[in-house]
């Protein structure tokens, strides 16, 4: 019965082959692409901090170079003229990776130590007025750079001294400059191994594992949608993902309900088919011993006789159309102006009230009241609505609660819409109920009620053209029906009125 109910649901999405959908995935998951991203997003940003990391390290040597130049310069400038044998200066210059030392005061340059001078120098570096790009180009050249050129380096002197000039060696500063490079890799290696483990693991409990089974649940619904078990039960989280999940869960629920009525709505299919043919054929027998006593001369008989003629032609009518509710549209209405009261005093007659003494009843309808509308479908509509109210206050009574029991018709004309009202006395419509109250199954509250008189009056109101909805704040349960008059085309009265 489940198979039979869902295909016509794959049919109208697939109409031609089932849908394949992945029963899992394949490769890498969203953890692993994460770390597989995390990685060169943190080395990227190690590199981005590498640059002036560099620079600075590049600048910081060199003002130590100039720093140690000045301890020996006091040392120097402080001895007596020629007194500094050649060995100390050679070992004073060694110890501050130095091949010369000068200063400047005032007009003067000195030349305070020497040793191996180079024919050449390669670079000046001004250290009084370098700027944070200078210290970024000069960096990144030395470290391009090969060989072992000779640079001079300009710094503020101490003392008296304007400044101070030291002839150096770049290749050990440059060896310097690779040896930090390699920690500052080594390092950021590090941060981004751990960085992506820790990215991994936080991600992988907080968003993975509840993806994963949101993605479970998916697929396990869709092997069985009408299990309750494979409903997902969401968890407690407040964030897109409990989000996610309950609103999941709501969707599944709807879907399983709405397999079920479609189940139930297929089970009644065929029952009723089985039983159309027999039951076509006793009302058929019925009808032939009916119109045999339409020739009974009673006057009792006569008065009757038709009414039953009519409820029988009416049974068969609606046994012939009983699958079309499931299986297609109503059909269109026949419309045309009928007056109300005739209707009005047959559904009460149909529907066993004329004799009921216990349930009052009352019609507040317009003189002379007509509605455009198919005389058979607005007569179902009340009967389905006055049965209604007939079982509600049953109901009513029987749970021993007093009160007046009455059902009420009103009508009433307002302009080119006809509205009619059916209301009762009885508990009225429950909260719960009035979510899904014209919908196939849901409404029925009694013992063996089928759920179907709502579903069906509204689907005959909307035929017309019309409305109808549950009246708020009145004592029990009020429905409101609005049907419009049919637009007439002002030729078509013209030539009407021209013929007459």
Not at 336 to 360: K, W, Y
């Amino acid at each position: 019965m489940a198979a039979t109910d869902r295909q016509p649901i794959q049919d109208l999405d697939q109409p031609d082959q089932p849908a394949m959908r992945p029963r899992g995935s394949g490769g890498l998951g969203l953890s692993g692409k994460l770390l597989l991203l995390t990685v060169p997003l943190v080395m990227i940003a190690a590199s981005l901090l590498y640059v002036p990391a560099i620079a600075n390290f590049w600048v910081n040597r060199l003002n130590d170079r100039v720093a140690a130049a000045n301890t020996a310069a006091l040392v120097l400038d402080a001895a007596p003229l020629g007194m500094v044998p050649d060995s100390l200066s050679r070992q004073i210059l060694k110890s501050i990776n130095a091949r010369a030392v000068a200063i400047k005061m005032g007009q003067q340059r000195r030349l305070l130590a020497s040793d191996n001078l180079p024919t050449a120098i390669e670079h000046d570096i001004d250290l009084r007025d370098m700027t944070a790009w200078d210290a970024i180009t000069g960096s990144f050249r030395m470290m391009l750079e090969t060989g072992n050129q000779a640079i001079r380096i300009v710094g503020p002197g101490v003392g008296n001294a304007q400044f101070i000039e030291i002839v150096t060696d770049e290749l050990p500063l440059r060896q310097q400059m690779y040896r930090f490079s390699r920690n500052v890799v080594v390092v950021a290696l590090i941060i981004a191994a751990l960085t992506a483990g820790l990215v991994y693991l936080a991600l992988h409990y907080l968003f993975v594992r509840p993806m994963r089974r949101l993605t479970a649940s998916l697929v396990g619904f869709h092997e069985n949608p009408e299990s309750a078990a494979r409903i997902i039960v969401p968890s407690q989280r407040s964030d897109e993902i409990g989000v996610a999940e309950r609103e999941l869960s709501d969707m599944q629920r709807d879907l399983m309900s709405m397999l079920n009525q479609k189940s139930r709505l297929a089970a009644l299919g065929l029952a009723v088919s089985k039983i159309n043919h027999d039951l076509r054929n006793l009302l058929a027998s019925a009808q032939l011993l009916s119109d045999q006593l339409a020739s009974v001369p009673d006057p009792r008989v006569q008065r009757f006789a038709p009414k039953l003629v009519r409820s029988l032609e009416r049974a068969i009518a609606f046994c012939q159309s009983t699958l079309s509710y499931g299986r297609a549209q109503e059909a269109a209405p026949d419309r045309r102006m009928i007056l109300i009261e005739p209707v009005v005093l047959e559904v009460r007659e149909t529907a066993g009230l004329a004799s009921d003494a216990t349930i009052a009843w009352v019609a507040a309808i317009e003189r002379g009241l007509a509605v455009d509308a198919d005389p058979d479908q607005l007569f179902r509509v009340l009967l389905n609505l006055v049965r209604n109210a007939a079982q509600a206050l049953e109901t009513h009574a029987s749970s021993g609660d007093g009160g007046v029991q009455q059902i009420r018709i009103t009508g009433k004309r307002e302009g080119a819409v006809a509205i009619l009202e059916v209301s009762d006395t009885g508990p009225g419509v429950p909260q719960k109920t009035r979510e899904h109250l014209f919908e196939a199954f849901q409404t029925s509250g009694r013992p063996g009620g089928s759920g179907l008189g709502l579903a069906i009056a509204a689907e005959l109101v909307r035929a017309h053209g019309g409305d109808i909805h549950l009246v708020e704040g009145t004592i029990g349960a009020t429905f409101r029906i609005v049907i419009p008059d049919r637009p007439v085309e002002l030729l078509s009265i013209r030539n009407e009125r021209a013929r007459a």
